[in-house]
């Protein structure tokens, strides 16, 4: 796997992931929760791209990890849901 890993890592050909232009100008409705101590995904990436994006509410919390949509038995989306609705 170390190979593998290393190989990827030393790529420098990677394509756009998104169009950051389109994201910029998008109309339809965002909602996004973001975990601080995300082991998988540092805030201070997901943050700055959250922001790239218009319309795109964040909910920043604490209380859940990386698989908070799955493990909180129903209340991040509850709270999502909520968000994008205008009712959280």
Not at 34 to 58: C, H, K, N, W
């Amino acid at each position: 796997m170390r190979g593998a890993a290393d190989a990827l890592a030393e790529r420098a050909d990677w394509p756009a992931l998104y169009d950051a232009a389109r994201l910029a100008t998008n109309d339809v409705p965002v909602v996004a929760s973001v975990y601080p101590g995300d082991m998988y995904v540092p805030a201070e990436f997901s943050l700055p791209t959250a922001q790239a994006i218009r319309g795109l509410q964040v909910w920043v919390t604490d209380e859940y990890e990386h698989d908070g949509l799955r493990t909180s038995g129903g209340a991040v989306l509850d709270r999502l849901l909520a968000l994008a609705r205008g009712t959280a």
